[in-house]
């Protein structure tokens, strides 16, 4: 079945992408996307073809991909720190509050777009309590990413 993913930004147009689902429940959804281009981000390429299985779940400030090469190995995790995650029939959409966190599939954790959070702030794009759900995100995600990513494989593997 075909779903919509729409990616709201701050600072940027929102971004729709057209996804497989894989598995859904009430409050959650898995979709699947294979990406018809190349794609280079924190020291890593992930050439056309690359697969992004990416975790969903309302009343969750992230959402996570798992992404791999075309071969199916594991390039990493990468972490969106967002906000207002709606899993609806056929679409699922969510604020994107640009910090991101990549755990490279050596374990290497690596915090990106830092300074994407600090324009926006200056800008008055987040307020206060926006950097306070980032840095808490950020530190949870930092503190436990493997049992996150342990319960995304876990579900992965009962379908």
């Not at 147009?13 to 979709?31: F, I, K, S």
């Not at 910090?99 to 954790?109: A, E, P, R």
Request: glycine share 6%; hydrophobic share 40%; proline share 3%.
């Amino acid at each position: 079945m075909l779903f919509c993913e729409l990616k709201r930004h701050l600072n940027k147009p929102d971004e729709t992408y057209r996804c497989d689902l894989v598995a859904r429940d009430t409050d959650w959804v898995v979709l699947s996307y294979v990406s018809n281009r190349a794609w280079d981000f924190a020291g890593t390429h992930l050439p056309a073809g690359s697969q992004t299985l990416a975790f969903y779940q309302t009343a969750v400030a992230h959402v996570l991909w798992r992404m791999c090469v075309p071969s199916g190995d594991l390039k990493g995790h990468l972490f969106h720190i967002c906000r207002d995650v709606q899993v609806e029939e056929r679409r699922v959409s969510y604020l994107d509050l640009l910090l991101d966190i990549w755990i490279d599939s050596n374990g290497v954790v690596e915090v990106l777009d830092r300074e994407d959070v600090d324009m926006c702030y200056r800008e008055g794009k987040l307020c206060e309590a926006d950097l306070k759900s980032i840095a808490a995100e950020e530190k949870r995600i930092v503190a436990h990413w493997p049992g996150l990513v342990r319960e995304m494989d876990a579900l992965l593997s009962g379908l």
